[in-house]
């Protein structure tokens, strides 16, 4: 059984960080893109950002590119989201994602995709 667990949302003010984690179990996850994935209430959900199953190849959404990192640590079956320079605009519940198609390595794709093994999501507030 495939288990995904974010964590390390929360509140912050305009220009502050926050580093997002989501741990993945029941899997191989180093044959799988990852992503990142947001919902903000009344929109759709958007990619915000993918990452190969090497973690060679990223993807970010127009949105966030220059101030968020994705990465991700294959030992430790972990990945993460690195946000700076929020704003008000990056309010939203986050989930991660670990994709269904072994070694795509097109993190674009799959951002676009949005299929998966999803995880509960965690809560980011930008006030302003």
């Known amino acids: 059984q495939v288990q995904v667990v974010e964590s390390g949302g929360g509140l912050v003010q305009a220009g502050g960080s926050l580093r997002l984690s989501c741990t993945v179990t029941?899997?191989?996850?180093?044959?799988?893109?990852m992503g990142w994935f947001r919902q903000a209430p009344g929109k759709e959900r958007e990619g915000v950002s993918c990452?190969?199953?090497?973690?060679?190849?990223?993807y970010y959404a127009d949105s966030v590119k220059g101030r968020f990192t994705i990465s991700r640590d294959n030992v430790k079956n972990t990945l993460y989201l690195q946000m700076n320079s929020l704003k008000p605009e990056d309010t939203a519940m986050y989930s991660c994602?670990?994709?269904?198609?072994?070694?795509?390595?097109?993190?674009?794709?799959?951002?676009?995709?949005?299929?998966?093994?999803w995880g509960q999501g965690t809560q980011v507030t930008v006030s302003s």
């Open positions: 990452i190969s199953w090497s973690g060679y190849r990223t």
């Open positions: 029941g899997l191989n996850f180093d044959d799988y893109d």
């Open positions: 994602a670990a994709d269904e198609v072994v070694y795509r390595s097109d993190p674009r794709n799959y951002c676009s995709a949005s299929i998966g093994y």
